[in-house]
């Protein structure tokens, strides 16, 4: 797994799990920088890329997006299915709040 210097990381593609797909998915949000992700909400990234793009990605991106700021934020460089489960029950409660 790539574990780049994140204060001196500055291509996309340098990140963990990041490639040329999801480094264009991202430039097409507005992020053109590993730095530009310290901060961002993975969630809203993603609703982001779903109403440029004008369909629905795949949740994995999602993943892949929470798991490029977490690492850009100082976390240990992780697999995107190291959160899925985290995506799942974050998602699962969205769900929940809306039935109610």
Known sequence: MKNPNRKTVFRLIDLP?????????LQ?????????LIGKNPFALYDELCTISGKR????????FMSAVHFMEGGAPRPWWAFTDKRKKHMGSI??????
């Open 17 to 25: 799990n990041i490639g040329k797909a999801i480094a264009k998915d």
């Open 57 to 64: 990605h795949d949740p994995c991106v999602l993943d892949v």
């Open 28 to 36: 097409s949000i507005g992020i053109d920088h590993p730095k530009k």
């Open 95 to 100: 769900k929940m709040a809306v039935k109610k």
